[in-house]
């Protein structure tokens, strides 16, 4: 009995336009094939002559333990006393808003960057002519307010705290894991165990793995959220009926944004944590092997012939060598 697959047009035509809901505007960016990454170079396992190359690639998405986010705030003032007390209020402010969100003073630390004067340029008239003369007008501090926290949903609360203190300047957040060698040595466990896999394959395909000589090498790497963050400008291409129509038409400013871009997972034979909300560290760790098989190196024997010398002497006493198979 023959069975047949009908597709009717209705559930074609919306599972087509269905697919583009999924891409998200990204798809609209003019190198968006970038921001998607395929693979560039498939995993490696291949066999060249006599030499077996493996290779393993493993990722681990490592939530963050704790953050820092670093804030910078300048202050002005017509007196290095003015100043000062004026930056005092503001970073004591932010220090006792920080607290109801559970930060601690041992988490606040404040960096000093600048205390220098402030010049103005101030016209002098003279009998016959006008210069403007360089002097004091006040006094500039500049500080950085590193501020430690655990839940990174905190740094909301964070940034509300120091825009009410008329901080506005956030100038990046620092990530910590706190078992980086975890990590790595449970990628390390991981990605060994695969490539015993991948050598007992190949042994059952007929070569002699357990009889070559090999060697390895492994590298590590790691790529930080602040690392991951890419541009994109999305818009779509403007109806051109206006112009056919013979108005007059305005563009509209496309404003640039940023997204986290993590590294895809195509070049990897494994990806722990591979679910992911909150941007996390990525840890990634390399196997490679090469494997000599025996075909390679092993010599062949030397033919060993007897060669049998004759020595013999004529009738008038010359000595001739006679060589006998």
Partial sequence: MRL???????????????????????????????FFQQAEQPVKA??????????????MNAKA?????????????QTAEEADSLMS??????????????????DVFTDMLSFVPVYEYEAIRKLFSKTYQEVPAGFEIQKNIHIRFDDARTLDKLVTA???????????????????????????????????????????LGLKVEESHRTAAEK?????????????????QASLNSKRKGQLTNDVRKPTTLFYNKVPYSNFDIVLHAEITEPPVQYTYNLTMVCQLPEAFQKKEKEVKEIIKH???????????????
């Fill in 46 to 59: 291949t066999v060249q002559g006599n030499m077996l190359y493996l290779e393993v690639n493993a990722m």
């Fill in 162 to 204: 120091a825009a009410k203190e008329e901080i506005y300047d956030l100038v990046k957040v620092d990530f910590f894991v706190e078992q980086q060698s975890a990590c790595y040595d449970t990628l390390r466990m991981f990605a060994t165990r695969l490539l015993q896999q991948k050598l007992a394959n190949f042994e059952k």
């Fill in 220 to 236: 590590n790497g790691a790529y930080f959220p602040l690392d991951r963050y890419t541009t994109y400008k999305a818009h779509s």
């Fill in 4 to 34: 047949r697959t009908i597709i009717l047009p209705t559930v074609l035509a919306s599972a087509l336009h269905a697919q583009p809901q999924a891409l998200g505007n990204l798809w609209y960016e003019e190198n968006s094939r970038i």
């Fill in 89 to 106: 209020e503001r970073v004591n402010g932010l220090v006792r808003r920080v607290k109801k969100d559970g930060v601690l003073d041992s």
């Fill in 65 to 77: 333990n704790s953050y820092l986010a670093i804030f910078h705030i300048t202050q002005l003032g």
């Fill in 311 to 325: 020595i013999w002497i004529t009738d008038k006493g010359d000595a001739k060598t006679i060589l006998l198979p």
